[in-house]
Every structure is written in structure tokens, then in C-alpha cells.
């Protein structure tokens, strides 16, 4: 039986996370609730459909108190005749209006008033409901007019359901927004359809919004867009260009650049992970003033003790600690071992992690494997405890696509281990450090391209033959992670944000005395579910 409170003190707004998707994002929540016994917290996961989420991948720790799961793509409109519905003409006339404002350029504010006005409209049944989103004349109307103004595709067909498939969930969020238990701070961990929860929920309820964000979202759907087979392409062969993405490709990518822009544009505090994130975000549409990092870290107390478990010369095991998706590149990684084994016979390399989010490629990885004649040389061995895992590799490797500020890196530096990655997110200022002061620490592991086997296997080579060289890439590891990355500089960091969103003032909303009187019915801190199971 999920937990149940009547309200919480921090909302987590979670999309495909935690507690049910194993990973970085999900291990950064996991620490985050456990390192603030003080505060409840009540979580909204938002997921695709059941199957996809067979199990908790988690334990919830004792302070969250309320958990509510929701599918956002479960079930099927009526197959059955349907009939026309009035549409309000006004409020399809503010979403023409607002639709007109996402196409400028990211660093082109909104018109606030006019976001609430549309937010209004889909939390209120009577304004803009999800029956008049489907069934009038008026979104006929709407949509025909767009299709005519900007479709660079000949389908029409494919335009209508493309635009009902993504915004069908907008109304289920607005139904969410109207009944989640009150909080005093709703913080989401991406944009997306989370952030755009919390958008809502801040304009309904007036309390405040924070967005952290691990990735950055709109970026890691493009490239999943861009890699995705189910998402119509309907140039033919003299107009396909592999280098651009088709229409409908580009059509998804923008509707989640707006969600991200009108989720910056509600939140009242944005945090990055590092420097290059934070300018992306603005880029893409946040506010500058409401945006700054805050780095992951690590418990030292935990994982330093894991050094002394050791060998005493560096294992010869390669491993890629991480879900086995595309956006990991797992491929190329295997593909390195091809390299590696030539050159180092007895290296072994281990693929750690959880295959069940894309199974299909985990099936490819394996005939990979198998195709190359690498079978037992690089084994899958789905999840594992890191602090057993550690101890028994020479490398960690990373060959992602896209990454932030990994965590795992930073387990892999305070546990004694080099690393060799690509130079993606914060790679690089985690390897060579970020300024004078950490580049003077020395360089913790290699640095590589993506997609590139040969440069990584050659990486990992340098350090695993090379025992100078390892144990220095351990040493600047080691000193980079205890001098910046540890986890009590960020839980500070976020108490700081915890203790100031939590307690400011509500913000004008609405239903501002509905809000405030469910508020005041329920004291925030401290708070447990009469059942807890």
C-alpha cells in the first residue's frame, strides 16, 4: 500500500525516476529525502504506462509520507462515436496567443499574466477540458489553422495525432494539479512534463517552484527524439537528409522546449548541476537571475573506506557503471574492447546496470558482444551494489552521449578509482578540474571524443598498463572529490533552498483561500500517514 498523508512539506515531482527507474537522478533523490530527516516529503511519479514499472527500485525511507503514481500515456480515447462539444472561443484564442509567444526566440520573455490565464484555463473544466481539446469545433478550428500556417509535411493525418498524442497528458497533469495534497514547496528534478507540473501547481496553489535539473532535459529528448523509430517520417528519398530531423521529429522537440520555457518561467529558483548547464538553461529560456549550480557529492564517509578494500596493483576490469540505453552508448564502449583485449589479454570488461528501460538494446548489446567473439571477456551483469563493485575494478568507463555532472564519477574518485570518459557535460572539469586551483590537482583519469572505441580503449590502456599513471590518476581523483564534491557541501547548499522556498509567503493564486485553508488544516512538518505500508 503506497504511503498517504493529508500534506508534506517538500513535493517531489519525479518523471520517470524514482522510486521505480534505477539511476543517477533516482540515487541524487534517494540521498536527498534521507539527508533531510526534518522535512516530509510526499512524491508525484509520473510514468508511461504500468508495464513499464513493475516494481519499486527503492525503499522509502521513513519521512516520505505520501506517494502517488500516475500513467501518463495508459488508456486510449473513446473508440465509439463521439459528438461535437461547445468550445470557448476565448480560451482558444489565449492558447493561439501563447503559441505565438513560444515561437520566438528562447530569450524572449512571456507574457506572465497570460500563462496564468491559459493555466487557468486548463485547470478549470468549465474554461478549456480535455473534451473540448478532442471533440469541438473550435480546436478543429485551432488546429487547421496551425496545420495551414507552419506543417512543412504533406500529412494531415499525421499532424492531427501527433498534436493530440502530446497534449492529451497536459489535461491529465491539470486533473493532478487539482488534487495533490497541499505542500509547502513543490521542487521537480527536470522540466518536462514534471516541471510543467509544478508550473501548475504553482500558479493554482501560490507556493513556490524550484527546478533542478540533473540533464537538461529538452536536450536529452532531442537526441532521444532524434533516435526514436516510432515518430513518422514522411520525406521521401530525394528530399531525406540524415543530417536534419524531419518534421514531426522537430515538432516534438519543440513542444517539450515549451513546456521547459514555461516551467522557467514559473519556477523561482532554477539550479544546474555546473557552469555549462546553467548558461543552457538561459539559452533555452530561464530567467539569468533565477538560475546558479549547485554540484552533486558524495558520501566520503561511506564510500573512502572502500580504498582499503583494494588490491594492491589495479584490477585489469573495465567497467561501465549505468543503464543500458542508447543515450550510454554502450556499443562503443564494447566495441573498445576489442582494442583493449588485443593489446591486454586478461582485461575483462563489466556492464553494470539495469537493462529492463530499453531491453531491445540491451538484446543488441549482447549480439554485439557475441558478434565481435567477446563473450566472456565483457559481461552484463545487471545491477550491483556499487560499494561491492568498486573495490574490484582498475577503471570506470563512461562512453554517454550525454551526461551532466555524473555521480557515478564522483563514487568512482572518493572510492579510489580513475576514470576514462567522454567529454560530455561536466567530463572534463571533473578530470582536469574546472579552474587553476583543481587543474593543479592533476588530472584523475583521460578524457575522450564520443563514439569513438579506438581513443577510449587506448585511454584506458594508458592507465591500466602504466601503474605511475594509474595511481596519479587516483591521487587527483581522490583529493578533487574531497575538496569539492562532498555531499555535505551540497545537502548545505539545498537546506539553504529548503529553508527559504518553504517558508516564504503564498504568492497571489486563484483558489488562494481554498489553498490556504487546506494549508492551515494540516500542520507541514513532522507529519505521518495514519498507514504506512
Known amino acids: ?33 534521507r539527508a533531510f ?39 486510449n480515447p473513446p473508440s465509439g462515436p463521439v459528438r461535437s462539444v461547445p468550445g470557448n472561443r476565448d480560451a482558444f484564442e489565449r492558447i493561439a496567443l501563447l503559441h505565438e509567444q513560444l515561437r520566438r526566440p528562447a ?81 521537480a528534478v527536470s522540466t518536462g512534463y514534471a516541471g510543467f507540473l509544478g508550473a501548475l501547481l504553482r500558479h493554482r496553489q501560490g507556493r513556490p517552484l524550484l527546478i533542478s535539473e540533473h540533464g537538461i532535459y529538452t536536450k536529452e529528448r532531442k537526441i532521444e527524439l532524434f533516435q526514436s523509430q516510432w515518430i513518422r517520417d514522411n520525406r521521401n528519398l530525394i528530399e531525406y537528409d540524415a543530417s536534419h530531423i524531419g518534421y514531426f521529429h522537430e515538432m516534438w522537440a519543440r513542444f517539450f522546449e515549451a513546456l521547459g520555457k514555461m516551467t522557467y518561467a514559473a519556477a523561482d529558483d532554477i539550479v544546474a548541476l555546473y557552469e555549462g548547464n546553467r548558461r543552457r538553461q ?72 539495469p537493462e529492463s528501460e530499453d531491453p531491445s538494446y540491451a538484446a543488441e548489446c549482447r549480439e554485439l558482444i557475441d558478434r565481435l567473439g567477446l563473450a566472456g571477456k565483457v559481461m552484463l551483469l545487471g545491477m550491483q551494489r556499487i560499494d561491492e563493485l568498486l573495490p574490484k575494478i582498475g577503471v570506470l568507463v563512461l562512453s554517454s552521449i550525454s551526461e551532466a555532472l555524473p555521480l557515478v564519477i564522483l563514487e568512482a574518485f572518493a572510492a579510489g578509482v580513475p576514470v ?51 595511481r596519479a590518476a587516483q591521487a587527483a581523483g581522490i583529493a578533487r572529490v574531497e575538496r569539492f564534491y562532498s555531499q555535505e557541501r551540497m545537502v ?20 488562494a483561500g481554498r489553498a490556504a485553508g487546506a494549508a492551515s488544516a494540516c500542520p507541514y512538518a513532522g507529519t505521518r500517514p495514519a498507514a504506512h505500508g
Not at 582536469?432 to 587506448?458: M, N, Q
Open 1 to 33: 500500500m503506497l504511503p498517504r498523508a493529508a500534506c508534506a512539506d517538500i513535493g517531489l515531482l519525479l518523471e520517470g525516476t524514482y522510486p521505480y527507474v534505477s539511476g543517477g537522478v533516482s540515487s541524487w533523490v534517494h540521498d536527498i529525502i
Open 37 to 75: 530527516p526534518e522535512y516530509t516529503f510526499g512524491l508525484c511519479f509520473l510514468g508511461s504506462k504500468p508495464d513499464d514499472y513493475p516494481k519499486m527500485s527503492y525503499p522509502l525511507p521513513a519521512n516520505v509520507v505520501h506517494l502517488e503514481v500516475h500513467y501518463l500515456y495508459d488508456g
Open 107 to 187: 530569450d524572449a520573455p512571456l507574457d506572465n499574466r497570460l500563462v496564468r490565464r491559459v493555466v487557468d484555463d486548463l485547470t478549470d473544466e468549465h474554461r478549456l477540458d480535455e473534451a473540448q481539446f478532442l471533440y469541438s469545433q473550435e480546436a478543429w478550428t485551432f488546429l487547421t489553422d496551425q496545420y495551414r500556417a507552419y506543417c512543412s509535411d504533406p500529412s494531415f493525418s499525421d499532424y492531427f495525432w501527433s498534436v493530440r498524442l502530446m497534449h492529451r497528458p497536459l489535461w491529465q497533469l491539470a486533473r493532478i494539479a487539482e488534487q495533490l495534497i497541499p505542500m509547502r514547496l513543490y521542487h
Open 282 to 353: 538561459i539559452v533555452d529560456g530561464a530567467p539569468p537571475p533565477k538560475t546558479h549550480t549547485i554540484p552533486n557529492g558524495v558520501d566520503l564517509r561511506r564510500l573512502a573506506p572502500l580504498r582499503r578494500l583494494r588490491p594492491a596493483k589495479a584490477p585489469k576490469v573495465l567497467c561501465l557503471i549505468g543503464r543500458v540505453v542508447p543515450i550510454k552508448d554502450v556499443k562503443t564502449f564494447i566495441r573498445a574492447m576489442l582494442t583493449v583485449v588485443r593489446a591486454m589479454p586478461d582485461a575483462e570488461a563489466w556492464i553494470a546496470g
Open 420 to 470: 576514462v570518459t567522454t567529454d560530455v557535460g561536466a567530463c572534463c572539469a571533473l578530470i582536469h578540474g574546472s579552474d587553476a586551483d583543481d587543474a593543479a590537482l592533476g588530472a584523475a583519469g583521460r578524457l575522450v571524443p564520443i563514439a569513438d572505441p579506438v581513443a577510449l580503449a587506448h585511454a584506458a590502456l594508458a592507465l591500466l598498463a602504466d601503474d605511475h599513471a594509474w
Open 492 to 511: 548545505g547548499a539545498y537546506r539553504a533552498l529548503y529553508t527559504m522556498l518553504a517558508g516564504a509567503p503564498d504568492r497571489h493564486m486563484p483558489d
